[in-house]
C-alpha cells in the first residue's frame, strides 16, 4: 500500500480493506441495517448466484445476483430502488454477504475493481491523495456526482503528469 494512504482500521472486515472510505462508511450503514431488520431466515439461495431477499418491512422478496464473470460479464444486481438508483451494495446484498457467508470475490472483477469501489493505486502519488482527499471529503451524493468528480480528478492528474 501507499505511504502515502492511511491504514485500514483492524475493524474492517478484510474484504472492506483497500476501498475508498465513502465505500466503507456506506457498507457499516447497509450491515447496521441487515443487523437491524433482515432475519438470516429471510435470505434464501436460489442457485448459481442468485438469492431472494425478503424485506424486513413487507412480504416482498428481492431478487439480489452476485453476476458473473464468463463466458461474459453480467454485473450483479438487486431489484430494489437504493440498488438501481446508485449501484452501491443495497442491504440486500450485504444480507446475502454476511448470511451466505460471501466477500467481494464473489462479485466480477469489473465491478468489484471499479474506480468508485476501490481505490486506485495509481492516484495515490501525493497530488493523487490530495485531490482523492477532496474528493471523499466533499461529501457526494450520488454515483453521478462521484463518477463525475472522478472524470475530474483524472483529467487534472493526467494534466499534472
Not at 5 to 34: C, E, Y
Not at 64 to 82: F, R
Amino acid at each position: 500500500m501507499s505511504e502515502g494512504w492511511r491504514q485500514t482500521p483492524p475493524a474492517v472486515p478484510f474484504s472492506m480493506r483497500h476501498r475508498p472510505p465513502h465505500i466503507v462508511q456506506h457498507m457499516t450503514r447497509q450491515l447496521k441495517s441487515v443487523f437491524d431488520g433482515i432475519p438470516a431466515d429471510h435470505v434464501t439461495s436460489v442457485g448459481d448466484g442468485t438469492y431472494s431477499v425478503t424485506s424486513s418491512s413487507s412480504s416482498r422478496q428481492y431478487v439480489v445476483t452476485t453476476g458473473v464473470e464468463e463466458p461474459s460479464v453480467v454485473l450483479p444486481s438487486c431489484e430494489c430502488y437504493a440498488w438501481q438508483k446508485s449501484h452501491l451494495p443495497c442491504k440486500h446484498r450485504c444480507a446475502v454477504l454476511h448470511y451466505c457467508h460471501l466477500t467481494w470475490d464473489c462479485f466480477p472483477a469489473a465491478y468489484r475493481e471499479h474506480p468508485v469501489l476501490s481505490v486506485d493505486n495509481g492516484c495515490l502519488s501525493t497530488a493523487g491523495a490530495v485531490w482523492f482527499t477532496l474528493l471523499v471529503t466533499s461529501k457526494l451524493d450520488t454515483s453521478v456526482q462521484i463518477f463525475t468528480h472522478i472524470a475530474k480528478l483524472r483529467s487534472l492528474l493526467q494534466l499534472s503528469l
